[in-house]
């Protein structure tokens, strides 16, 4: 079947521009995170749903950074007022659920660059 | 918090070798650990996942372990291809009800032909 998928693959915008980005996860998984990778570093939490609601969104760092998932499968991470900082790949990932044996499935990532 | 760290960072060896990649944590309260790949420029492959009551998982030419008290894993490759080149990274999750995932830097491999 089909894996995670994430549009758009590059998103170029201006410092202080709105962006949203999409995940959408494997059919079925119940669990859906968000991670952001900087060039050279391993994967970082952002936030974790379970179904429609985030179960943990600890990891987002300011209140520019929020996201969603209404329905419990579709996934979109919104970014206010960006910061050159922000540049980095967001990735999403999926899991059948919380269990020990869950693998975490992850989409091809978004590549945001903010000038 | 959670700190992973990977050793060593980068590793370059001849076709054919057997080799080891180490994946170290600070908290041993783990509830599972994964190990993946990661090409350039793309997503992260999941290669293994060791429950936190499990010592060791196999497939194919790839072998993790885990030794939570020591608060280490390995991942283990043999007959090394140039395939296998890719950065490989562990990840560590907490607990079940926290769910925080904690990912090590990673360890660049180069399988030289």
């Known amino acids: 079947g089909a894996g995670v998928s994430q549009t758009p693959s590059n998103k170029v915008t201006e410092k202080g521009k709105y962006v949203e980005l999409r995940c959408d996860p494997i059919?079925?998984?119940?669990?859906l995170y968000w991670y952001r990778q900087s060039l050279g570093q391993g994967p970082e939490f952002l936030i974790y749903?379970?179904?429609?609601?985030?179960?943990?969104d600890s990891g987002l760092p300011n209140d520019r950074f929020f996201a969603v998932r209404p329905e419990g499968s579709v996934s979109t991470l919104k970014i206010q007022r960006t910061e050159r900082g922000d540049s980095a790949v967001y990735l999403c990932?999926?899991?059948?659920?919380?269990?020990?044996?869950?693998?975490?499935?992850f989409g091809p990532g978004t590549r945001l660059t903010v000038l | 918090k959670q700190e992973v760290t990977q050793i060593p960072a980068a590793l370059s060896v001849p076709e054919g070798e057997n080799l080891v990649l180490n994946c170290s944590f600070t908290?041993?309260?783990?509830?599972?650990l994964q190990w993946f790949r990661q090409d350039p420029g793309k997503g992260l492959t999941s290669l293994l996942l060791?429950?936190?009551?499990?010592r060791e998982q196999t497939s194919g030419r790839l072998n993790a372990s885990l030794d939570k008290s020591s608060g280490r894993s390995t991942l283990y490759i043999a007959a090394s291809q140039p395939g296998d080149s890719a950065t490989y990274l562990c990840?560590?999750?907490?607990?079940?009800?926290?769910?925080?995932?904690?990912f090590g830097t990673g360890t660049s491999l180069t399988v030289i032909p």
């Open positions: 990932a999926s899991s059948p659920g919380t269990g020990t044996g869950h693998e975490q499935f």
């Open positions: 059919s079925g998984h119940t669990a």
């Open positions: 749903f379970q179904g429609t609601g985030a179960a943990d």
């Open positions: 908290d041993s309260a783990i509830y599972n």
């Open positions: 060791i429950q936190s009551s499990q």
């Open positions: 990840a560590v999750r907490r607990s079940n009800t926290g769910n925080q995932f904690y």
